[in-house]
């Protein structure tokens, strides 16, 4: 079948669609109804019909291929190496349910985890997929207020963490971070479950932190049972970074995101039940939950675990896995390749790669010199794929599994099935014509395997997500868009205040509160500025309580040095400001609302165009000076 076909049928007849990819997971109960929507924009998929993540993901396999591989762990940090069968990992997920259960933990609880790139990790995601209850995975980047907010808000009954991880050989103790977070948080998590690599010694607070080494003994032979769900019942929140300071909790359910990974593996990324899949990405992002953890299990392939970098030991180690592990889908980002990019193209050539059939990028724009290298660089084709935190899979991108259609540089692709995506005008709501820049909006119901709501806010859902449009409710990805003759999209950043650095998505307000704690600082307005390597970088301009304070050059790096302490305390050095430069006052509407755009484009070098609603031209003067200062 074409994908155009394809495609339409899953809009036009979306019942009987997405009950026939029901058919690639399995049921403990078959579901009533394919889709609910009485209640719009809430979609509720598979009504009654009683699954689970954990079984489709593993159990499953004990059947078909037990002892084929599910889980090579590699740390080129640490040098451990730890790889996991089927059985193997049911085992693992098991003992990690049996700890937990026996800690209390039950269907609906939430479970926090705040852990490197380990296996316990995925043990623990999918032991609480296999009790019912609700994961919450917590980049291991974030820093402590970071955690807080997401502790708060979660309210978990368990923490699971560990002692470090590491990042370019250097130690990231955990433990400490954590605790500032329980002690900020409002909600104090009743245990804390510790997973000790014996790389940073820590205090273990009593009557709450238990060793997971100790309890897994105990629970070595335990039998915990797979805990049937409804199919709308919530899998796990994942927090994301939006306009507003407080993070929101992406909502999954279990049902509708079990189909859409198994077929997003049949129909995107073509990975057969035996084979590897490498995602270089972190179990803290969507993309390591839906593709280095649920995706590829629920697909029968081996899945990588890497905690490293694409550097160390040397830029040939992505490669040097994809040859020892006979990888043949991998998943990585743009800037990563970016990296590679730099150093000397033969390392793309050192290694046995005929296992490799393709490379899929995504979670921030493609450039065309960047999938060019690499494509020419391997001989491999490379797909680029569009998508959110909030739809866990491809909104755009190309299906082999359905249609070889070509591929074009810059673009994603086209819009994938289950996805009504038009381009709207920003300001009327109409949709825009071929070439013309529209907002890349989704006309619901959404498909599977999307959020249903925001955590706790179902009215927030509807708010932030639904109504930036006039006049109709739909969708909006807050991405700027345009499409081809041939329905190729083209993603021209963001129409928010979210920016995207390295791949990882971080809102300026929440960088802007954490400066503003710091006393010296009065107020302050955070841009993403065009960076070659990373995308995007954050670039604050602050404006100080005592304008003595930055009187001098010492004066002002030192506080820039004290600032930048600041985000990378609260936050966590993922969003650290690239530069502070410090200004007299920012560039303001005569409403009062700051100029970000104006900002930014000052600090890409480009004209700011018409300000006619400015307040105070000089204000802007002044940016232009500090960017030149
Ligand atoms: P996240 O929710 O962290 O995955 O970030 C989603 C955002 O990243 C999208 O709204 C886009 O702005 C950006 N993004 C993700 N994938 C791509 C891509 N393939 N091309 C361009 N932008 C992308």
């Known amino acids: 079948m074409d994908l155009e076909s394809f495609h339409r049928r899953s809009i036009e007849d979306r019942d009987g669609f997405w009950a026939e990819q029901a058919g690639l997971i399995e049921w403990h109960k078959p579901f009533g109804k394919v889709l609910d929507y009485s209640r719009p924009p809430f979609a509720r998929w598979y009504v009654g019909g009683e699954t689970n993540l954990c079984h489709n993901a593993v159990d499953r396999y004990l059947r078909t291929q037990p002892d084929a591989p599910a889980l090579h762990f590699i740390s080129t940090e640490t040098g451990e190496e730890r790889s996991y069968s089927f059985a193997q990992l049911h085992r693992e997920v098991v003992r990690m349910a049996a700890i937990m259960r ?15 790139m380990i296996p316990e990790a995925a043990f623990a995601m999918l032991a609480c997929a296999r009790l019912g209850a609700i994961h919450s995975v917590v980049f291991g980047g974030f820093a402590s207020r970071s955690l807080a907010s997401r502790i708060d808000d979660a309210r978990p009954k368990l923490v699971v963490s560990a002692d470090a991880g590491s ?75 939006g306009t507003t300071g407080s993070p929101k909790g992406v909502q999954r359910d279990v049902g509708g995101y079990a189909v859409a990974l198994a077929a997003s593996m049949k129909y995107i990324f073509c990975g057969n039940p035996g084979e590897t899949y490498f995602c270089t990405s972190d179990i803290g992002w969507v993309v390591g939950h839906s593709y280095i953890v649920y995706g590829p299990l629920i697909g029968g392939m081996a899945t990588i675990l890497y905690e490293g970098t694409p550097l160390r030991p040397d830029p040939g180690i992505l490669w040097q896995l994809v040859e020892r592990h006979r990888v043949s889908v991998m998943f990585s980002a743009p800037t990563a390749i970016r990296v590679l990019k730099k150093q000397d193209p033969s390392w793309l050539s050192r290694h046995d790669l005929s296992s490799l059939r393709t490379l899929f990028l995504a979670g921030e724009p493609l450039d065309e010199p960047t999938a060019r290298w690499i494509s020419e660089g391997l001989g491999r084709p490379v797909i680029d794929n569009y998508w959110q935190t909030e739809t866990g899979w491809p909104i755009l991108t190309v299906a082999h599994g359905v249609e070889k259609t070509p591929t074009r540089f810059g673009s994603p692709g086209k819009a994938m099935y289950g996805y009504d995506v038009r381009l709207l005008h920003e300001q009327t709501g109409e949709e825009v014509g071929t070439n013309e820049k529209g ?74 509160e954490s400066l503003s704690s710091h006393q010296a600082v009065a107020e302050c307005a955070v841009v993403g500025v065009a960076d070659a390597l990373k995308g995007q970088v954050a670039v604050a301009f602050a404006v100080l309580r005592d304008p003595a304070q930055a009187q001098d050059a010492r004066a002002r790096e030192a506080l820039e040095g004290e600032l930048m302490a600041v985000v990378d305390r609260q936050l966590g050095a993922v969003a650290r400001p690239a530069r502070v430069h410090f200004v007299g006052m920012l560039p303001k509407t005569r409403s009062g609302k700051v100029l970000r755009r104006a900002i930014q484009a000052l600090s890409e070098g480009r004209d700011p165009g018409e300000l006619t609603t400015i307040e105070d031209p000089a204000a802007l003067e002044q940016v232009r000076e500090a960017l030149t200062g």
């Not at 026996?102 to 490197?116: E, F, N, S, T």
């Not at 927030?460 to 449009?469: L, N, W």
């Open 102 to 116: 026996g800690l209390g933990v039950g269907r609906g609880d939430r479970v926090l985890l705040y852990m490197p």
């Open 167 to 241: 990042r370019n050989g250097r130690v990231i103790a955990y433990k400490p971070l954590l605790d500032t977070a329980i002690g900020l948080a409002a909600h104090k998590p009743e245990r804390v479950l510790m997973v000790d690599r014996g790389l940073a010694p820590f205090e273990s607070v009593a009557g709450r932190d238990l060793g997971y080494a100790a309890l897994r003994e105990q629970h070595l032979g335990d039998d915990v049972p797979v805990t049937w769900l409804e199919s709308n019942e919530i899998s796990y929140t994942l927090y994301t970074s």
């Open 439 to 512: 907002v890349v909006a989704i006309v619901p119901p959404l498909p599977p395997g999307c959020m249903q709501t925001i955590w706790g806010d179902d009215e927030r859902f509807v708010r932030t997500y639904f109504t930036s449009i006039p006049g109709r409710q739909v969708y909006s990805t807050f991405d700027w868009g345009v499409r081809d003759p041939d329905g190729y999209y083209f993603i021209l950043g963001r129409t928010d205040d979210v920016i995207n650095v390295a791949g990882h998505r971080l809102g300026t307000r929440e960088i802007e």
